[in-house]
């Protein structure tokens, strides 16, 4: 899979609306009300990780949960990581 364009990359922001471009990856932070609800979110979001094939880094402190999407075989943005970041964003 090709990694995507910048140009690409900044025309495919609006459907994953909350979600920044950083570096060559998606980056959004998640609030929870407390440590158990992000625990929870990271455990639904695993599901769809795994079912795409696709991983996000996860960094998860207290009730927040920040995740980064990037495509490292591809050097960059690719659209599995836009479609996972839209189905994320939903679960969240």
Not at 1 to 30: C, D, I, Y
């Amino acid at each position: 899979m090709r990694a995507l364009s910048e140009a690409e990359a900044e025309s495919h922001m609006g459907l994953v609306p909350g979600w920044q471009l950083e570096n060559k990856a998606l980056t959004r932070t998640f609030e929870f009300e407390d440590f158990r609800g992000a625990l929870e979110f990271v455990n639904q979001l695993g599901k769809l990780a795994e079912e795409a094939g696709h991983h996000p880094d996860i960094d998860i402190r207290a009730n927040r949960v920040r995740l980064v999407l990037t495509t490292h075989d591809a050097s960059g943005l690719t659209e599995k990581d836009f479609d996972l970041a839209a189905k994320l964003g939903k679960l969240a």
